[in-house]
């Protein structure tokens, strides 16, 4: 087994794959709507499989965990995705509704919609996201590092993207595949009659399927290795064991759902609870304690997830890149007043409201994340368009009127940025200082930032470009300065958080402390927020800032927080359990967080419906 790359942007890494087989029966796609009449021995034998608790159960993929990030459907439908999105494979592509399953890939993520067609976004530097258009009739997707795979309802595979070891080739001439899966670059196919067959990447066995493997309901791939699932809810598993993922699995029993990590494992009991071995280097093979009441589990590359009964999710694992960090990105957001986008796609708001800023429109719904100006607000919708309310002295709510294709979207004092599609940027609101002035040529943009008088943008690359006032520098971005996966921009200062967890400040001096393993950042007017890979926050101030309102002091034993904001004089905190923690001024109650608020991101529950062994049993 080669040595495995830590996280860096652009490394050839592992993921695991979502596996398709492993949360999804074909049986719910091929047999909609007809009428299933199996023999009398197929009764009885699917009767002692449900008594015993062994049957696989029919689960849609609506949890996916990728290389470095993860997408999941919201109980509300709308699809959320979040962890690193260097290559805007977070930046859910707008539109995007009516979705049965997702999948993530290394730095691209799939969703299949009830109509059978398939939407792609992130890097498409291999094809994996091109390679989706006008492919029809699928009922699951499945996502490698740098390649796709569709299963169609004829039971044929359709593939696109990277072909390098044949993870694209090996597809042709598959049929009579029940669900599919792919490994970093190596993929399963489950057939009707409960074998498996394997292609691609084999440098430690992974695609040398053990001679005799059959009763086959549900399987898995990882990097170096491969899953199984049996309808006596045994595991098998095949490929490399340098990390016990292969003998790991020897004498689990009363499995009914499996996850391949890129060296670790997961397995879904019957009675609703995780086990998990192989590598757990950075706590990925090691369960949260009490974990129980699971219906399916994902695992990304050194990380873990588990979709509760109740529609939340648990993570655990490595952190580097938030993935572990459980929510929306743009969640909350700081100013005179403050808001907060709670779980049903609605936005709640508190605070100053001289302008109307936290008269949320009644009809308002459907919310992907929120921005907060100076006296005005900005909701961005699933369909790409975005919903302004407040002030518009300078335009900073008629201006968003007519805009489309957004992915991401910033809110300045009185200027905002949208980030469409297609990677280009749009800016409206107040221009005095140029900072609505978006450079002329500017695209490959995955994320953008709006200060007071200047904006940041993010690109595809890893590198900032920024405009607007130039004052104390905060525009000079530092040379060389790459591999960035998060921006801020403040009153006078500019931050950057790069992929190794560092971050980086130009602008007015600031007393910035040693920072590493960071995972998120906000600036306020005069002071900056940092969220470590622990869940702590650590905040600090330029030269000349005071801390007249307490807005750097970050309450004791604040942890568990999975997002910040911060505006001139306070900021907030999303913690891991929904709640909000606020702290600094309160003059215009932007602190006092609503009684009962709670923003814990809840997921769609797959229906269990029928065992998957019944598509064995009615072949």
């Known amino acids: ?34 009428c299933l009449q199996p023999s009398v021995l197929s009764a009885l034998v699917l009767m002692v499989l449900l008594l015993a608790g062994l049957a696989a159960p029919v689960q849609a993929a609506t949890l996916a965990g990728g290389l470095y990030h993860n997408v999941g459907i919201r109980s509300d439908g709308v699809v959320a995705a979040w962890g690193f999105n260097s290559k805007g494979q977070c930046n859910v592509a707008p539109g995007l509704g009516k979705v049965r399953a997702v999948a993530a890939g290394g730095f691209h993520s799939l969703a299949l919609k009830s109509d059978g067609t398939v939407m792609a976004w992130g890097d498409d530097a291999q094809g994996q996201c091109d390679g989706a ?68 990447y084999n440098t430690s066995g992974q695609c040398d399927v053990p001679w005799g493997l059959s009763q086959v309901v549900a399987v898995s791939a990882g990097f170096y290795h491969s899953l199984a699932l049996k309808s006596d809810g045994t595991v098998t598993a095949w490929g490399d064991d340098t990390y016990g993922q292969r003998t790991g699995a020897t004498g689990l029993t009363g499995v009914r759902a499996v996850a391949a990590g890129a060296v670790h494992g997961l397995a879904l009991k019957a009675d609703g609870t995780v086990a998990a071995w192989g590598d757990g280097t950075y706590g990925q093979a090691t369960v949260p304690p009490g974990l129980k009441g699971v219906v399916a589990v994902a695992a990304g590359y050194y990380h873990s997830l588990a979709l509760k009964s109740d529609g939340t999710v648990v993570a655990w694992g490595w952190n580097a890149a938030g993935q572990c960090n459980v929510h929306l990105p743009g969640s909350i957001a700081a100013s005179y007043h403050s808001l907060a986008l709670k779980p049903d796609g609605t936005v709640a708001a508190w605070g100053r409201n001289t302008g109307g800023q936290c008269n949320v429109p009644a009809s308002l719904k459907n919310v992907v994340a929120v921005d907060a100006g100076a006296y005005y607000s900005l909701a961005l919708k699933s369909d ?25 979207v910033a809110a300045g004092s009185f200027h905002n940025l949208a980030v469409k599609s297609d990677g280009t940027v749009a800016a409206w609101g107040r221009n005095l200082f140029g900072e609505g002035a978006v450079p002329p040529g500017l695209t490959g943009v995955v994320a953008v930032s709006a200060g007071v008088t200047h904006s940041l943008s993010l690109k595809f690359d890893g590198t900032v470009v920024a405009w607007g006032d130039n004052t104390y520098g905060k525009c000079n971005v530092p040379p060389g300065l790459t591999g960035v996966v998060a921006i801020a921009a403040a009153n006078l200062h500019s931050l950057a958080l790069k992929s190794d967890g560092t971050v980086v400040v130009w602008g007015q001096s600031l007393l910035a402390p040693d920072l590493t393993n960071v995972v998120a950042i906000a600036a306020g007017d005069n002071h900056s927020l940092a969220l470590k890979s622990n869940g702590t926050v650590v905040a600090w101030k330029d030269q000349t800032a005071g801390n007249d309102y307490g807005q750097f002091d970050v309450p004791v034993g604040l942890n568990g927080v999975v997002e910040v904001d911060g505006d001139l004089y306070n900021s907030l905190a999303l913690k891991a359990d929904g709640t909000v923690v606020a702290w600094g001024t309160d003059t215009y109650g932007q602190c006092a967080v609503p009684a009962g608020l709670n923003l814990k991101l809840k997921f769609m529950v797959p229906n269990k419906g029928i065992p998957s062994i019944l598509y064995l049993l009615l072949e």
């Open 1 to 34: 087994m080669s040595h495995l790359v830590p996280f860096k942007i652009g490394a050839v890494t592992a993921r695991s794959s979502n596996a398709r087989g492993k949360q999804r029966s074909p049986l719910a796609s091929k047999h909609s709507g007809r």
């Open 133 to 200: 258009s006008g492919v029809t009739g699928v009922r699951a997707v499945a996502a490698g590092v740098f390649h796709s795979l569709a299963l169609k309802s004829d039971g044929t595979v359709t593939a696109w993207g990277d072909d390098t070891y044949g993870q694209r080739a090996g597809a042709m001439g598959k049929t009579g595949v029940r669900a599919v899966t792919a490994g970093g670059f190596h993929n399963l196919a489950l057939k009707s009659d409960g074998t498996v067959t394997a292609w691609g």
């Open 384 to 408: 790409g368009t975005i919903a302004a309310w407040g002030s518009d002295n300078f335009g900073e709510c008629s201006g968003a009127a007519g805009l489309t294709g957004v992915v991401a």
